[in-house]
């Protein structure tokens, strides 16, 4: 069975300041991706990335990094300088890629308030 | 603009009065689904679709129906609604499932509805 587990239930932070929301996930398929998906105040799901088991590569975009350790289970998402704006719920899945697959499973998401 | 529609996004109903919420998307993709959201649980999958005619169930289909008689479309029925109904509910669709790159879940803005 799949799990992810984002222990962070909450977080607050000062605007400018770094974050980093942890995701560990679990499963016994060898091939997978993992997401990260941002929940804001509106309610609308928008997704932020995808990532395939075989790219371990760091990812970067903007202000956002994502940190992907296969040996850990671990799909870090860091913020850096962080903005009002990034206040959400963030929620990190899973889904096995092979052929048929279907079920993407969510952690119960980490929901981060920047104070100005 | 490719997107996922759902209408109502808003819906107070009564006990066991049958409703529909439809799920539209234009991405001429395969696969489409059903989640709830509820405080503390995360998202969960209610039903699934992987093709014209073809549906499964998700962790929790109790109380609900859905039909795809049409590729884009993807309703959701509650024949007897319940207040344990209660919930934010997302359609979410996806192409090439588990084949390739393209199978991130696109999802729409929600349903909030409340059951009294």
């Known amino acids: 069975a799949q799990k992810v587990t984002q222990a962070q239930t909450e977080i607050s932070v000062v605007e400018k300041e770094d974050v980093t929301l942890d995701c560990v996930y679990e499963t016994r398929d060898t091939t997978y991706y993992l997401f990260w998906y941002k929940q804001p105040p509106s309610g609308e799901l928008v997704f932020l990335i995808r990532r395939n088991s075989f790219d371990e590569q760091n990812e970067i975009s903007g202000r956002y990094s994502w940190n992907f350790q296969k040996s850990t289970s671990s799909f870090n998402f860091t913020i850096t300088a962080s903005q009002v704006v990034d206040s959400a719920v963030y929620f990190c899945?899973?889904?096995?890629?092979?052929?048929?697959?279907?079920?993407?499973?969510f952690g119960k998401g980490t929901k981060l308030s920047v104070i100005p | 603009e490719a997107q996922v529609t759902q209408n109502p996004r808003y819906l107070i109903t009564v006990t066991g009065k049958k409703l529909t919420v439809t799920c539209s998307q234009n991405m001429n993709h395969e696969y489409m689904s059903w989640y709830r959201q509820d405080p503390g649980l995360g998202l969960r999958q209610i039903y699934y679709s992987m093709n014209v005619e073809v549906t499964d169930k998700g962790d929790v289909p109790e109380g609900y129906k859905v039909s795809r008689k049409e590729k884009r479309n993807f309703p959701l029925i509650l024949e007897s609604p319940s207040p344990n109904q209660t919930s934010l509910y997302f359609c979410a669709s996806s192409s090439h499932i588990g084949t390739g790159e393209s199978d991130t879940q696109y999802f729409g803005p929600g349903t909030r509805l409340t059951v009294l």
């Open positions: 899945a899973l889904k096995y890629s092979g052929a048929g697959s279907y079920q993407l499973t």
